[in-house]
């Protein structure tokens, strides 16, 4: 009989495979590893992701592995950008040059250079790319002179959704700003993508972290085509399991299955994190009526979506200003006023004041 899992022991299970249960002691890119790539649309996102899940996370360390390569941002799942380490994001890429092209189809930069070679301009790209890095602004501009009857922010568009392209530093490293920089990751890295293509191990990989989890998850969260055709062929060597709802979740045979009763604290989550853009049902993390806003960070308490907070400096201080969507037992509410404090000296160490303000909204 297939065993049946609530709506609790799913979110905890999930939680857990996310360590989001309890920090630990695992290197940025171990963690990065074993998340399968992390959300990276905002620079930072990922730092504070990695700082809710490791313990004495140093955000030195994910800055000082993309300075020297170790670590690498660009195009991923979704065709959203991501951080991951250097041999991680070449195998994760190989596997998505199919989806990048078929989201790139999909646009209007696609139909803008249809009446273009779609060869000649990725070999004009990649050239320019690897002479110097560019911004997109410079590389329409440098691909403009080449073919001024054309849309140059488009074609830019398709050199760097088509190309292995990758953001390089300074843009992603914790405390600096600089415009979003592009150059190819054959050049960044000095090798070339793998050809070996493996999706029943991204499939694997998923599931331990993210799952229990169904094939519309898995698609949501990767784009990549054919995930059902891949998923029947490994049933023998995946674990089926029935949702609170008695819809089929499948899952890594050998990932722990966490009791429904285990203790979730809260937990700051930056305004992109797969935890909660990893699935199409989010309700396992969601609680009714209550949408995630964007734009700012995500509060878990309870192991729920229960509102957000932003940090705004204030001259030589800084202010978390927290907002709760729901309401919050008294317990509760101060293990959230304490890791909020912890948090903004994180995100603020050199401040001379840091002011809290919770906000219960509900």
Do not use: C
């Not at 329409?140 to 922010?153: K, S």
């Not at 978390?320 to 903004?344: F, M």
């Amino acid at each position: 009989m297939t065993a049946r899992l609530s709506g609790r022991a799913l979110n905890r299970t999930t939680l857990g495979r996310q360590l989001l249960l309890q920090r630990e002691t695992r290197t940025p890119g171990e963690a990065m590893e074993l998340l399968v790539g992390m959300q990276a649309q905002n620079p930072h996102d990922p730092y504070y992701g990695l700082w809710s899940r490791l313990e004495g996370f140093d955000p030195e360390d994910l800055s000082g592995m993309i300075q020297r390569r170790e670590a690498i941002r660009g195009a991923l799942m979704r065709a959203t950008l991501h951080i991951s380490t250097t041999s991680d994001f070449m195998f994760l890429r190989a596997h998505l040059q199919e989806t990048l092209a078929a989201v790139l189809g999909s646009t209007s930069f696609a139909k803008d250079t249809a009446a273009i070679d779609r060869e000649t301009i990725l070999d004009q790209g990649r050239s320019l790319l690897e002479e110097r890095p560019m911004t997109r602004a410079d590389l329409a501009r440098a691909l403009e002179e080449r073919w001024p009857e054309m849309p140059g922010n488009s074609m830019a568009q398709v050199v760097t959704y088509l190309l292995p392209v990758i953001q390089v530093p300074p843009r992603g490293l914790w405390g600096r700003t600089s415009a979003a920089t592009w150059t190819t990751l054959e050049s960044w890295v000095g090798r070339a993508l793998p050809k070996v293509i493996d999706v029943e191990m991204i499939v694997m990989r998923y599931l331990a972290a993210f799952g229990p989890a169904s094939i519309s998850d898995m698609r949501v969260w990767s784009r990549l085509n054919g995930l059902r055709q891949v998923v029947d062929g490994m049933r023998d060597s995946l674990r089926s399991i029935r949702g609170e709802d008695g819809a089929e979740l499948l899952d890594h045979p050998d990932a722990p299955i966490l009791d429904e009763d285990t203790p979730a604290p809260p937990r700051f989550l930056p305004e992109y994190d797969n935890v909660l853009l990893g699935h199409s049902d989010r309700s396992r993390f969601l609680t009714p009526g209550i949408v995630p806003p964007g734009w700012v960070g995500n509060v878990l308490v309870d192991g729920l979506f229960s509102g957000w907070w932003k940090i705004a400096r204030q001259g030589k201080g800084s202010q978390l200003e927290v907002h709760l969507q729901r309401k919050v037992p008294r317990a509760e509410l101060r293990a959230v006023g304490h890791e909020a404090e912890l948090l903004h000296v994180f995100a603020a160490p050199d401040a001379i004041t840091r002011d809290l303000v919770v906000h219960e909204d509900a």
